[in-house]
């Protein structure tokens, strides 16, 4: 027998001992209709990341597909937490990367390298269930830390890669839900404690106090952090910074009257998403301004509520293609005291990666400020079309493959993706 006829029977041999599961070296985990359970999934990511392993995000393929080197422990955490897998061999592996970075193909593999640092920025009474992020943070089984007004102040966002903004009014106008909340221990509680952040600092008024907040937060992006926002948290952060210097709040909440030439003094250059809006000076309005698509203005009800969520280049465009990951396109609508934003309130320079066109809306976008990122999602819960409240969570053990709360999880693993060059 020649040397080249044993080198090749050696060679195949080799290959074929590949497909055998002892001799398998790759997990991946599918994020295409044939996973089990997607928001686990984003869990197991991360739990990999934190084993010091990176991870794959092959976006675009199957629906933003993981893959990262198999060991025994884990498969075995992957069996425990429920989550679709399959174990490939290299030359199987190598086969699906090599299709990935053909020139003509919209896919390409991203590698996630950092755990990254969480932190969520929610008041100190409120009550589980109150947050989509975290609702799904838990259910994902993905750590994080929360922080409210004094470790914002206090320059605590240091600590970490990644904010996500609880449905907070950060124009310190509580919700402008006044009307309905007043009297209760609840709200009492939000009044003393925004008023001894108010003395301890040294401000005057909460809506001061909340604008050095949302300062702090403007100078952790900047720096390089990742800003995630929802609901009121998105125009109200806005409004805050563009209102920067003026009283645009009522006497009801603070005590003296909205300057008269409010809407005028407005500076636009200081936000990050919103620009030519008018702000509601009617104190018992519950929005905040024309930026929302109010429910009357969207002629549409649940049952025809939809988003669509772009495409865009895996290789030139990686930013909003992590961002947009999912294993469909058309995402059901739903409500939030911000439900949606007016695309004529939006800057052009914003970066756009869902609309519901037909009420001429944005639901979900992203840009940068400084070396960081930030990106505002409308609504409340993506799998409560009215907000159910914090005695009534939604349980999203019922909802493993809910596309809207994909959206959310997306945010959470793209700090911890490695950054390319340029591409010249």
């Known amino acids: 027998m020649s040397v080249r006829l044993i080198t090749s029977l050696i060679y195949f041999s080799l290959v074929a001992l590949q497909t055998v599961p002892g001799f398998a070296t790759q997990i991946l985990l599918p994020m295409d209709g044939a996973q089990k359970d997607h928001l686990k999934s984003y869990g197991v990511a991360f739990w990999v990341l934190e084993q010091q392993q990176e991870v794959d995000w092959l976006l675009n393929y199957r629906g933003g597909s993981f893959a990262f080197r198999h060991a025994d422990p884990y498969e075995k955490e992957l069996l425990a937490r429920g989550v679709t897998y399959q174990v490939l061999s290299d030359a199987e592996y190598h086969h699906i990367v090599a299709e990935l970075a053909h020139p003509e193909v919209n896919m390409d593999v991203m590698k996630l390298e950092k755990v990254p640092k969480i932190a969520v920025y929610s008041p100190p009474m409120a009550e589980f269930g109150d947050d989509a992020v975290t609702l799904v943070l838990t259910y994902a089984e993905i750590p994080y830390d929360l922080v409210f007004d004094e470790e914002v102040l206090e320059q605590k966002l240091l600590e970490y890669d990644w904010l996500h903004l609880h449905h907070e009014d950060f124009t310190g106008q509580y919700g402008r839900s006044i009307g309905r909340r007043r009297g209760r221990d609840k709200y009492l509680m939000e009044q003393q404690e925004a008023q001894r952040l108010v003395n301890k600092y040294g401000y005057e008024k909460v809506s001061q106090m909340k604008l050095g907040v949302a300062t702090r937060i403007k100078e952790f992006v900047s720096a390089g952090g990742f800003m995630f926002a929802m609901c009121s948290a998105t125009d109200t952060y806005d409004i805050a910074l563009a209102a920067e210097g003026v009283d645009i709040v009522d006497e009801l909440y603070d005590g003296d009257g909205i300057d008269p030439q409010a809407q005028e003094k407005l500076d636009f250059s200081k936000t990050f998403a919103f620009h030519n809006f008018i702000i509601s000076q009617n104190s018992y309005d519950r929005g905040f301004s024309n930026i929302d698509n109010q429910r009357w203005e969207r002629n549409l009800e649940e049952e025809n509520d939809f988003f669509s969520i772009f495409t865009f280049?895996?290789?030139?465009?990686?930013?909003?293609?992590?961002l947009t990951q999912n294993h469909v396109k058309t995402i059901k609508g739903f409500m939030g005291q911000t439900t949606?934003?007016?695309?004529?309130?939006?800057?052009p320079e914003v970066n756009i990666m869902g609309e519901t066109q037909e009420a001429n809306e944005v639901?979900?976008?992203?840009?940068?400020?400084?070396?960081g990122t930030w990106t505002f999602y409308g609504g409340h819960d993506p799998e409560a079309y009215q907000a159910r409240g914090s005695h009534f969570p939604t349980d999203l053990s019922l909802y493993p493959n809910s596309p809207g709360y994909r959206l959310i999880l997306n945010n959470i693993l793209f700090?911890?993706?490695?950054?390319?060059?340029?591409?010249?």
């Open 415 to 424: 700090p911890a993706a490695k950054k390319k060059k340029p591409k010249t």
């Open 313 to 322: 280049s895996a290789k030139w465009d990686p930013i909003p293609t992590m």
């Open 340 to 347: 949606a934003f007016k695309k004529e309130c939006v800057k």
């Open 363 to 371: 639901r979900y976008m992203n840009g940068t400020v400084g070396k």
